[in-house]
């Protein structure tokens, strides 16, 4: 099982940038798709991006695509969420997620446990 640390999150302004950082643990990261969720007060969980284990494939949820990437780094078992333009309703605490099967990952089942996620509040 693979465990995950996030970092990164904080206090910005509207339209202001963070770079999110998940830290992944074990010898078999490169066997993993990743993801990074959010969960905004009051709401559910949501996929925010999704990568396959090569790095290839991507997926987006459409209310941050244009505006933050997902990237991963195997040789230092790391996964990045760059945001940008950021908006309010991106406030929110944020997670990530691996699993060896990217559909899972896509769809909010990945078998890693959840951390305790990063702080993410946007400010006007």
């Known amino acids: 099982q693979v465990l995950l640390v996030e970092s990164g999150g904080g206090l910005v302004q509207a339209g202001g940038s963070l770079r999110l950082s998940c830290a992944a643990s074990?010898?078999?990261?490169?066997?993993?798709?990743m993801g990074w969720f959010r969960q905004a007060p009051g709401k559910e969980r949501e996929l925010v991006a999704a990568?396959?284990?090569?790095?290839?494939?991507?997926n987006y949820a459409d209310s941050v695509k244009g505006r933050f990437i997902i990237s991963r780094d195997s040789a230092k078992n790391m996964v990045y969420l760059q945001m940008n333009n950021l908006e309010l309703e991106d406030t929110a605490v944020y997670y990530c997620?691996?699993?060896?099967?990217?559909?899972?990952?896509?769809?909010?089942?990945?078998?890693?446990?959840w951390g305790q996620g990063t702080q993410v509040t946007v400010s006007s």
């Open positions: 990568i396959s284990l090569s790095g290839v494939r991507t």
């Open positions: 997620a691996a699993d060896t099967n990217y559909m899972a990952v896509i769809g909010g089942t990945a078998r890693s446990d």
């Open positions: 074990g010898r078999t990261f490169s066997s993993y798709a």
